[in-house]
């Protein structure tokens, strides 16, 4: 092995010809731009680790405690730095573990590229040791996936591999390299970006027929409604897309994947869409006369029954793939295109208008939620604590300047319902598979995706116990977590549904946990259990200025439900505010 | 809407996994194939499918969507079957004697235009091409007379109105490519799409 790596150096440092695929590998990363890597190593990616012991100083390789953990990472990190995500994982077991968070960054669009191991080519199908199927086994969740069995094929399959991770929609690719492929030495001659592929067309030409019938719709709207996802961040589009709604004077709600495109607080931002987003957008939905859809696909979650979603009105849908233009909702004009070229050309043709009216009919709505739930969620009237006056005091305390990760569940939609934010990027939490364990990863990856902000991770009891292992890449690299964990002591959405919906039969959610601060300790973590409200703020403040990773856990009420609430297999409309209401 | 017979024609890179990636579109959304064919098409290195099953118009448009979506499909279409020239081709193994003794199996033959491929002394196969209900009652008829095998082919069908689509697959080849090979259906296709 000594004599091999050495070899290997003193060709590359001479005549950078003959290279081995594992160096063809890193090559093709440092071209890319790619600074950081998460990873797990193992048997059949071992030749690639091989190669990047010599690639220390260039890449930055995170070791995780699970290939979960690592997709996860990369997949924080792509969202806060708008980059591609990478990992590798070894053969079998290590590429299987990767599927939940592929499968997560299919359905939320999220750009990653992961390098798998495999057993030599010639074992293939012979049930060898740690060999999976992984191309089958990752078909359904990735946007593309390639076997690699030729290192010659390396540059030219990972140039692709970047250009569709990261082009049109965005999603995740996966590259299995067999053994022999990594090992073996090929004459290299460089590597070239990849820009086109024939069979695949990331976004269309615009054509200004459809920007023209969508624009007339716009003019003659009474109460046009602007709804949008993260299309708009992945698009690189916000600025474009605030243009847009402040000419035409448009209020905007946005998707759980859309939030934070537009401030928080943008006077037309309304809120958040969906089963516990906010009031207003939700009821109004179906009042508006002309609904404008961009970057966003109509997920059930939003939509709640479809038969009685935005009937009356005309629907303009943008979005960069067409095959979710009248997939859920029937478009009266799709525009089929790059939101961010869109955009501009829709901005040009659209009179500037306000909307007094139906700007107040919004502020009626939010009056109404505030009165009925907002107020008592972020200041209590019982001395028992809510998830929402954490988030509030957090807000205050980072100026809404922080990133915040969420989990899955209450905790998740009440951060959603409640966090500022004052730029985009800054909200990262898994909205469409809704994976629990997501958390505590993605914050990882989101700290390296930019060390310049605050990153908190807020969690639950529940999905903190599924990814807890990831303390130990804390531990060992110290990227900068501040860790909240809101503690129920239920699994608290899945107890809600149980008391609304199933008789209060609370099957198998009274989970227990362990001293979570006492293992923080054990991790080298510092950390702390807050009860009190008195205590709340300067524990928040003590975790925000401590040097370093924090986690605090905070008591929360046990049986808290989070409202409003658009019970499944109900219209938007019906929207409801309070238990009784259901 | 009434389920009905759809073919839908794809054009695809020549890529191994390919065919698992577009047989799990219609698995998942549990829907069965009918029929399935895949071969090289007259441009080089381009392949493709023709997948024959039974649905709404609804569903089969947003399955073309996906499909299309998929990163090594270049096209795909669906069409009924008023729009189509469609083939299937079926062989049939007979025992020799049952032909050279009676006349009849021999008029069978000649009245369902079958052709003999290979003679042997103790069986002979016959091929006939056509539509399923012409090679199902080839069955039939033969069945009596000791049908030994029987085999059929996926279909291969021939869209009526595909015009240049020749040239339009070699436009793919190129970067920027000709309006035409960047359809937009929601503008060409504008009485079908833009409506409630």
């Given at each position: 092995m000594e004599t091999l790596t050495l070899e290997k150096e003193k060709k590359t440092s001479t005549a950078p010809t003959q290279v081995s695929g594992g160096v063809a590998v890193l090559e093709a990363f440092i071209a890319e731009g790619v600074e950081t890597i998460f990873g797990y190593p193992g048997g059949a990616i071992m030749p690639i680790y091989d190669a990047l012991y010599d690639y220390k100083e260039k890449l930055q390789h995170i070791l995780v405690r699970h290939e979960q953990g690592a997709i996860h990472a990369a997949q924080g990190y792509a969202r806060v730095s708008g980059r591609t995500g990478v990992v590798f994982a070894t053969s079998g077991p290590g590429a299987t573990n990767l599927v939940t968070g592929l499968a997560d960054a299919m359905i939320d669009s999220t750009p990653v590229v992961c390098i798998t191991g495999q057993v030599f080519a010639h074992l293939l199908g012979t049930d060898a040791f740690q060999e999976t199927d992984v191309i089958n086994i990752t078909t359904p969740v990735t946007k593309w996936n390639y076997q690699v069995t030729d290192a010659t094929e390396i540059p030219a399959v990972l140039a692709k591999a970047f250009y569709i991770a990261g082009s049109g929609r965005p999603g995740p690719v996966l590259i299995d390299i067999t053994k022999n492929a990594q090992l073996q030495l090929f004459e290299y001659s460089g590597y070239n970006k990849c820009d086109h592929i024939r069979s695949y067309r990331p976004k269309p030409i615009v054509r200004k027929e459809y920007i023209q019938e969508a624009a007339k719709l716009i003019n003659e709207a009474e109460r046009p409604f602007v709804i949008f996802g993260q299309g708009v961040i992945l698009g690189k589009a916000e600025k474009e897309f605030k243009k847009f709604i402040e000419k035409a004077g448009i209020p905007a709600a946005w998707t759980i994947m859309g939030m934070s495109a537009i401030p928080t607080d943008h006077p037309l931002g309304v809120g958040m869409l969906g089963m516990?987003?906010?009031y207003g957008p939700n009821v109004l939905t179906n009042e508006c006369d002309v609904l404008i859809a961009v970057g966003m696909r109509f997920d059930d979650r939003v939509t709640g029954r479809l038969d009685k979603y935005a009937k009356q009105a005309k629907v303009i849908h943008l979005d960069i793939?067409?095959?979710?233009?009248?997939?859920n909702v029937k478009a009266t004009v799709g525009v089929w295109g790059d939101c961010k070229e869109t955009l501009p050309l829709l901005t040009e043709l659209i009179e500037q208008k306000v909307y007094p009216q139906w700007l107040k009919k919004f502020n009626e709505y939010k009056q109404k939620e505030v009165d009925k739930v907002i107020k008592e969620e972020l200041?209590?009237?019982?001395?028992v604590l809510t998830m929402g006056e954490v988030i509030k005091l957090l807000n205050e305390l980072t100026e809404g300047n922080a990133i915040i990760v969420t989990d899955v569940g209450q905790h998740q939609m009440v951060a959603c319902r409640y966090a500022k934010y004052?730029?985009?990027?800054s909200n990262v939490t898994s909205g469409g598979?809704?994976?629990?364990?997501?958390a505590l990863p993605a914050a990882i990856g989101a700290a390296y995706g930019d060390p310049s902000r605050t990153t908190v991770a807020i969690i639950g009891d529940g999905g903190f116990q599924m990814t807890v292992q990831e303390l130990g890449t804390i531990m060992q690299f110290k990227p900068n977590v501040k860790i909240i964990i809101l503690n129920n002591q239920f699994l608290g959405m899945v107890r809600q549904w149980q008391q609304l919906f199933h008789e209060k039969r609370y099957s198998f959610v009274d989970i227990t946990s362990p001293d979570f601060v006492q293992v923080a300790k054990g991790y080298y973590i510092p950390g702390k259990t807050v009860c009190k409200r008195e205590e709340l703020r300067s524990s928040l403040k003590e975790m925000l200025d401590n040097h370093g990773s924090y986690l605090l856990e905070v008591m929360v009420g046990k049986e808290n439900n989070v409202f409003p609430m658009v019970p499944q297999g109900r219209g938007v409309a019906e929207c409801v505010l309070c238990k009784e209401e259901i | 809407m009434q389920k009905k017979e759809y073919t839908i024609t794809v054009y695809t890179e020549n890529q191994i996994g390919l065919l698992n990636r577009i047989a799990i579109i219609f698995s998942r959304r549990k829907i069965n194939i009918e029929s399935l064919n895949t071969s090289p098409t007259e441009v080089d290195s381009v392949h493709r499918f023709t997948i024959v099953i039974n649905e709404i118009e609804d569903v089969v448009s947003k399955l073309c969507r996906q499909i299309e979506?998929?990163?090594?499909?270049?096209k795909a279409y669906y069409n009924t079957e008023e729009e189509i020239v469609w083939q299937e081709l079926a062989l049939y193994k007979v025992s020799t004697d049952a032909i050279a003794e009676k006349v009849k199996v021999e008029r069978l033959l000649r009245e369902y235009g079958a052709r003999a491929v290979a003679i042997r002394k103790d069986y002979t196969v016959f091929e006939t091409t056509g539509h399923r209900e012409e090679t199902d009652n080839l069955i039939k008829a033969l069945e009596p007379y000791g049908l030994i095998e029987f085999v059929r082919s996926a279909r291969v069908a021939i869209i009526k109105g595909s015009s240049d689509f020749h040239e339009r697959l070699k436009e793919f080849e190129y970067k920027e490519p000709g309006e035409d090979a960047i359809e937009n259906e929601f503008l060409d296709k504008k009485e079908e799409v833009f409506s409630m």
């Open positions: 516990h987003g906010n793939d067409p095959s979710e233009i009248d997939k200041d209590p009237s019982s001395d004052n730029q985009s990027k598979l809704g994976t629990m364990g997501y | 979506k998929q990163v090594e499909v270049l």
